[in-house]
């Protein structure tokens, strides 16, 4: 995956001389090595259209009743949400009601149908939910599910990280025997327990990851912080009197947090995967809520068709499993390239 | 050596602690009546709710509540499960020898899937097979369990029929049920078939066995193909490997007695994580294929909000944990003889 590293130009670059690189070279080489990476750039393509496909949910998909209400749409000029220059076309994209991740739901039918029958874009699940839409809007729920539990997983760690760091002594060894048991604990028996007890909601599914995904981040942060700590500039600010908290926040954190933030959004892909993972185990979002674990087991009862035709509601689990499979691996292809990037001595 | 082990056991009641203590705190975020609902056991009881609260002392500060509970606990009472209508440890016994049996299985594959094919990529580095190996696992890597163990019920049991879910077939259950004369020593059913001297059985169980085992051994293989690769690779590149070559050992002696045993020291730190993602896997596969283990039991009380059950169940996972953990340590010594315990 380092091709660079083999040629005998790039050799003598990698000694002596990087040491000398400015921080703007650098920057160039980790840029370079990272286009040269084919699967890299194919992650960050796939990564790219999702983002697209969910700044432009409203666009790709036929809003059902309720949300064309709430965004304040009638029968005559319902179609306006996908004209650039109205107002509400800005709306449905940045600021959707909520009624708009509820799953269109071309029937009632209890069975599956596929898409020529129901006139739909992938076909139907059983309940008539349109599968295209919930794959569609699904995509939002798991933009949002991955940031907000990488955003509160990583002021948790931020935090504990280094407090721990600085601190030392007993209190950084009893906070990292305390990480090393999170950090030990499997993280699906530990969301199945959290969100038991405090309810099925896609809110309480990001808590219950949040939960476990911090002590990686904590124990990256005390490293830095501990790195950090011995360097001139701390002594320092020690010398002319600053409190430790105003040390860590103006000197330690600011110097500290530049790979955690990558470490930490490259992990998007594996915490959706885990809520998609309760969602399937019935623990997920309300019913008819737009998010793909769900999806998934909708497709529970129908994996198998009638006798005799084992493929037929293919449709129903093929589709979510892709889009699944899709965005996990495009957040695995990024991670990988960005830790050769990170550690040009990893192979 | 001793030491090291005395007192990293020393660290289980710390663990049992901390979880269930975690638990428990958890838990006083509900009301009574729903902590209530744990010990509720019919309709009858739902009408006399408060006196369930009164008679477990339901709205006692919670350290009371912990301490009751954990005297429960040591008396071996860790309560009933609604989802298998018998008392939790019961449940316990009879269903944890099932998914080891299963892990068991899907450990074998994981690592010697995941070694060989790291080893095959990293001696043949950039050519195809290392090309190929790199993708696979990174797809391997990225594919969620309960998408893989649907694809597979579809292709190998709807379409082609090979396999079945459950743990065995009817006309077998029968066939060891009560009172035929099967007797179930560990209740691991290739042991226990063995030991019957009932081959049908063995060949029935394994052959149910087949699709979640690869469903677990998949996602975990990949990880131990990933990290083999890069810890070879940075093996061979060392001086040792250098000299042996300068001595004229022959090529293979080189890679598979110098390098491979210096590159399996992170693959065994890996197994650690390798059995949390089992414990991760076991809950959806077994789910997927209706096989009666621990996990389909932890979803389904996890479900029908079973508390009583999923304590149990996590408690008991945590504990296993530590322990498998400290297997972990103790075999990274005799894989590399540098390593002191103190």
């Known amino acids: ?347 | 050596m001793l030491v090291f082990i005395v007192r990293r056991l020393l660290l289980l009641p710390v663990v049992f602690v901390g979880v269930t203590l975690a638990i428990v705190l958890l838990m006083q975020l509900l009301t009574p009546y729903q902590r209530a609902a744990a010990y509720v056991q019919s309709e009858q009881q739902i009408r006399n709710i408060d006196s369930i609260i009164v008679q477990y002392g339901l709205t006692d500060p919670w350290y009371k509540q912990y301490g009751r509970w954990i005297g429960e606990v040591v008396k071996g009472n860790l309560g009933y499960s609604r989802t298998a209508r018998e008392p939790v440890l019961t449940t316990l016994g009879k269903r944890f020898p099932v998914t080891l049996e299963l892990a068991i299985l899907a450990i074998l594959p994981v690592i010697g899937v995941g070694v060989a094919m790291g080893t095959a990529a990293a001696l043949n580095r950039d050519k195809p097979i290392d090309q190929f190996a790199r993708v696979a696992s990174i797809v391997g890597w990225s594919l969620p369990t309960f998408v893989l163990g649907i694809w597979l019920l579809v292709i190998f049991y709807g379409w082609l029929g090979w396999f079945q879910p459950g743990r065995i077939s009817d006309a077998i259950r029968i066939s060891t049920g009560p009172n035929s004369g099967f007797v179930n020593y560990t209740r691991m059913l290739l042991v226990d078939s063995l030991l019957n001297k009932r081959l049908d059985v063995f060949w029935d169980a394994l052959i149910h066995m087949v699709l979640p085992v690869i469903t677990l051994s998949v996602v975990q293989s990949a990880q131990i193909m990933r990290v083999m690769r890069s810890s070879l690779l940075d093996a061979l590149g060392r001086d040792y490997v250098r000299t042996a070559r300068a001595k004229g050992l022959p090529e293979h002696v080189v890679t598979h007695k110098h390098a491979r045993r210096n590159a399996l020291i992170p693959v065994i730190t890996l197994s650690g994580f390798v059995l949390i993602g089992l414990i991760n896997g076991v809950v959806i596969t077994e789910t997927i294929f209706n096989y009666p283990g621990l996990g389909q039991w932890a979803a389904a009380s996890a479900v029908n909000l079973d508390y009583a059950s999923v304590l149990g169940f996590a408690v008991f996972t945590a504990m296993m944990v530590v322990l498998a953990n400290l297997l972990v340590d103790i075999l990274y010594g005799v894989v590399d003889p540098r390593i002191r315990y103190e």
């Open chain 1, 1 to 347: 995956m380092t091709p660079d590293t083999d040629t005998p130009q790039n050799l003598e670059s990698i000694g002596s001389a990087e040491e000398h690189l400015d921080q703007p070279a650098r920057k160039g080489r980790a840029w370079k090595r990272f286009r040269r990476n084919p699967l890299a750039v194919v992650g960050l393509i796939m990564v790219a259209g999702f983002v697209l496909i969910a700044t432009l949910a409203p666009v790709l998909t036929e809003l059902p009743r309720s949300c064309l209400r709430d965004l304040e749409l009638t029968a005559a000029n319902q179609h306006d949400y996908r004209n650039p220059v109205k107002p509400v076309f800005w709306k449905a994209i940045f600021a959707p009601p909520k009624s708009c991740f509820t799953i269109a739901r071309v029937s009632f039918s209890t069975q599956p149908a596929d898409a020529a029958t129901t006139k739909t874009v992938l076909g139907t699940t059983s309940g008539g939910y349109d599968i295209f839409y919930g794959l569609v809007w699904g995509t939002r729920t798991a933009f949002k599910v991955g940031l907000i539990v990488v955003g509160i997983a990583f002021a948790i760690g931020i935090i504990i990280g280094s407090l721990s760091g600085y601190i030392g002594g007993v209190f950084d060894n009893l906070v990292m025997r305390f990480t090393d048991i999170v950090i030990s604990l499997p993280s699906l028996v530990v969301a199945l327990v959290v969100v038991m007890v405090l309810g099925k909601s896609i809110e309480n599914i990001m808590l219950a990851i949040a939960v476990t995904a911090w002590p990686s981040y904590a124990r990256l942060m005390r490293g830095e912080v501990l790195r950090i700590k011995e360097e001139e500039y701390v002594a320092g600010a020690r010398a002319i009197g600053r409190r430790p908290l105003g040390i860590i926040g103006r000197h330690v954190l600011p110097n500290a947090i530049g790979p955690i933030v990558i470490v930490a959004s490259l992990d998007i892909g594996s915490i959706v995967l885990t809520a998609a993972a309760l969602s399937f185990l019935g623990l997920g979002a309300e019913i008819g809520y737009a998010d793909w674990g769900q999806m998934i087991s909708f497709a529970r009862d129908w994996i198998l068709g009638p006798p005799g035709k084992p493929f037929y509601f293919w449709y129903v689990s093929f589709w979510p499993g892709l889009i699944i499979l899709l965005f996990v691996l495009a957040w695995n292809l990024l991670g990988d390239a960005f830790r050769d990037v990170l550690d040009p001595q990893s192979k």
